[in-house]
């Protein structure tokens, strides 16, 4: 990457769910030193990451160009995953492009981009697939591998798309956490016989350290990751599996999905700093429709014996996550699954996502 000992990597999203253990797994043996971009220093998430040691702070926002310029500044590569409910998805577009912009003009050597997929164009634009927070980063790792065509030699590029966390399925505040009815753990979505194909957060780590470490064939690259292709019906009955605790998913009508506890966030805008007036802005509703849909119609497709090859010892099971969060919960004082999963034991801390858990709230 460079001809100094320690390089440094520039991360926007640092303080997010993926991005926690993608700088974990950055600096872990401290072949890495990770600059964090985070809009404030003080917050648990930040002082954790500053912990793991080879971390510094730069406090500020991706959307202001001399923060970017800042923190690509000094730096050998950089990890770009812009926080697509905070902006709303033209807003993140803007800015995805002039980091990549900005990061090349700094000098940055390798480059990788955050994604998800561009479903819209993979189901062959038909709207009822269109899902605001996938296609504003699709897009723009489109146009980032485009630039690479002419750019790879000065400034190496990588595309990291990844997908619906594991961890959202047992935890508050997501489009799929689940409810516990009569004692039993029950997701109520309208995903039909589809399959999600969910990521686990910590081989999220694994694959962004092997595109650092791997630049020569990963520059070009887009990374498409998964566990697997997990059926609700499968993903019940491996808690219950693992747990000894009855789960079961019921397939659910939109209507009768967006009548649940979703409903007061439905006609809000999916990027909460997203103007509600602009006709570009999709409601929760909306995109979040949408993004059901793609999973209800297997839009989309992930080759796992790629992903086998990259990482060996990757999660390849929703039984195998399960089991392995199980364990980690009780090892860290958390308790066990089934009982995390019920709502009087969720604390402040407990959702996964980064939205959530600072309740919607944030300056862009």
């Given at each position: 990457?460079?001809?100094?000992?320690?390089?440094?990597?520039?991360?926007?999203?640092?303080?997010?769910?993926?991005?926690?253990?993608?700088?974990?797994?950055?600096?872990?043996?401290?072949?890495?030193?990770?600059?964090?971009?985070?809009?404030?220093?003080?917050?648990?998430?930040?002082?954790?990451?500053?912990?793991?040691?080879?971390?510094?702070?730069?406090?500020?926002?991706?959307?202001?160009?001399?923060?970017?310029?800042?923190g690509f500044?000094?730096?050998?590569?950089?990890?770009?995953?812009?926080?697509?409910?905070?902006?709303?998805?033209?807003?993140?577009?803007?800015?995805?492009?002039?980091?990549?912009?900005?990061?090349?003009?700094?000098?940055?050597?390798?480059?990788?981009?955050?994604?998800l997929d561009?479903?819209?164009?993979?189901?062959?634009?038909?709207?009822?697939?269109?899902?605001?927070?996938?296609?504003?980063?699709?897009?723009?790792?489109?146009?980032?591998?485009?630039?690479?065509?002419?750019?790879?030699?000065?400034?190496?590029?990588?595309?990291?798309?990844?997908?619906?966390?594991?961890?959202?399925v047992v935890?508050?505040?997501?489009?799929?956490?689940?409810?516990?009815?009569?004692?039993?753990?029950?997701?109520?979505?309208?995903?039909?016989?589809?399959?999600?194909?969910?990521?686990?957060?910590?081989?999220?780590?694994?694959?962004?350290?092997?595109?650092?470490?791997?630049?020569?064939?990963?520059?070009?690259?887009?990374?498409?990751?998964?566990?697997?292709?997990?059926?609700?019906?499968?993903?019940?009955?491996?808690?219950?599996?693992?747990?000894?605790?009855?789960?079961?998913?019921?397939?659910?009508?939109?209507?009768?999905?967006?009548?649940?506890?979703?409903?007061?966030?439905?006609?809000?805008?999916?990027?909460?700093?997203?103007?509600?007036?602009?006709?570009?802005?999709?409601?929760?509703?909306?995109?979040?429709?949408?993004?059901?849909?793609?999973?209800?119609?297997?839009?989309?497709?992930?080759?796992?014996?790629?992903?086998?090859?990259?990482?060996?010892?990757?999660?390849?099971?929703?039984?195998?996550?399960?089991?392995?969060?199980?364990?980690?919960?009780?090892?860290?004082?958390?308790?066990?699954?089934?009982?995390?999963?019920?709502?009087?034991?969720?604390?402040?801390?407990?959702?996964?996502?980064?939205?959530?858990?600072?309740?919607?709230?944030?300056?862009?």
């Amino acid at each position: 990457m460079s001809s100094q000992i320690t390089p440094t990597i520039f991360v926007i999203g640092g303080t997010g769910a993926q991005g926690m253990p993608i700088v974990q797994g950055l600096v872990a043996d401290k072949k890495y030193k990770v600059r964090v971009l985070t809009r404030d220093a003080t917050s648990p998430r930040a002082q954790a990451l500053l912990a793991l040691g080879n971390v510094s702070i730069l406090e500020g926002s991706f959307a202001d160009e001399d923060v970017l310029r800042e923190g690509f500044r000094g730096c050998d590569g950089a990890y770009v995953n812009i926080d697509g409910f905070n902006t709303g998805e033209k807003t993140e577009m803007y800015w995805a492009i002039r980091s990549y912009e900005i990061a090349i003009e700094e000098g940055i050597k390798f480059y990788v981009y955050g994604n998800l997929d561009y479903a819209l164009k993979k189901s062959g634009y038909d709207s009822k697939f269109r899902t605001g927070h996938y296609d504003g980063k699709g897009r723009i790792a489109e146009w980032v591998l485009f630039q690479n065509q002419k750019n790879r030699d000065r400034m190496g590029a990588a595309v990291f798309t990844s997908g619906p966390y594991i961890e959202m399925v047992v935890s508050p505040l997501t489009p799929m956490t689940p409810n516990i009815e009569d004692g039993v753990v029950t997701w109520r979505v309208p995903l039909g016989s589809g399959a999600v194909p969910h990521v686990s957060l910590e081989d999220c780590g694994f694959y962004v350290r092997w595109l650092f470490d791997n630049q020569e064939r990963a520059n070009g690259m887009d990374l498409e990751v998964a566990i697997e292709h997990i059926t609700y019906a499968d993903m019940a009955a491996a808690f219950q599996k693992v747990t000894g605790h009855p789960a079961q998913y019921i397939d659910t009508d939109l209507d009768t999905y967006w009548g649940g506890p979703l409903s007061g966030a439905a006609d809000l805008p999916a990027g909460y700093n997203a103007d509600p007036n602009d006709k570009s802005t999709m409601s929760f509703r909306d995109n979040f429709t949408g993004f059901w849909n793609v999973w209800k119609h297997d839009i989309i497709t992930r080759d796992y014996a790629l992903l086998d090859q990259i990482h060996p010892n990757r999660i390849r099971s929703a039984e195998q996550w399960f089991r392995r969060e199980d364990q980690l919960g009780k090892d860290l004082g958390k308790g066990s699954l089934w009982e995390r999963v019920q709502p009087e034991n969720w604390r402040s801390d407990s959702p996964i996502l980064k939205g959530s858990a600072d309740a919607r709230t944030g300056k862009l």
